[in-house]
């Protein structure tokens, strides 16, 4: 149950991510209530998934997902550098994650 809470506050945090890049470049509130309610329920779901797993292993695996998903997301939709460098890195983030869940899980 706290891998599920993990990957929904990732998820939000993603939310939060595009809604903060969109109000950055146009201050309406739809953009806003996507920025603010994604950060917010993204950190609600953090808090919950600590019931669950090891804060160590819990924060760390949602600043990774996050920092991989928004990386991805300003890839696609606001046409960011895709350079070879830049994805290895991208690839270094998710086998991190990737391999903490799967040690974590083990324990």
């Given at each position: 149950?706290g891998?599920?809470?993990?990957?929904?506050?990732?998820?939000?945090?993603?939310?939060?991510?595009?809604?903060?890049?969109?109000?950055?470049?146009?201050?309406?509130?739809?953009?806003r209530?996507?920025?603010?309610?994604?950060?917010?329920?993204?950190?609600?779901?953090?808090?919950?998934?600590?019931?669950?797993?090891?804060?160590?292993?819990?924060?760390?695996?949602?600043?990774?997902?996050?920092?991989?998903?928004?990386?991805?997301?300003?890839?696609?939709?606001?046409?960011?550098?895709?350079?070879?460098?830049?994805?290895?890195?991208l690839?270094?983030?998710?086998?991190?994650?990737?391999?903490?869940?799967?040690?974590?899980?083990?324990?």
């Open positions: 149950m891998w599920v809470f993990v990957a929904l506050a990732a998820s939000a945090e993603l939310v939060g991510v595009f809604g903060l890049s969109l109000y950055s470049r146009n201050h309406t509130l739809i953009n209530v996507l920025y603010y309610g994604g950060i917010f329920l993204s950190f609600a779901l953090l808090y919950f998934s600590f019931r669950y797993l090891p804060l160590s292993i819990a924060y760390t695996v949602f600043t990774g997902a996050g920092t991989a998903g928004a990386v991805l997301l300003n890839i696609v939709f606001f046409k960011e550098s895709k350079n070879i460098k830049r994805l290895l890195s690839a270094a983030i998710i086998i991190g994650v990737v391999g903490l869940q799967y040690v974590s899980s083990v324990n």
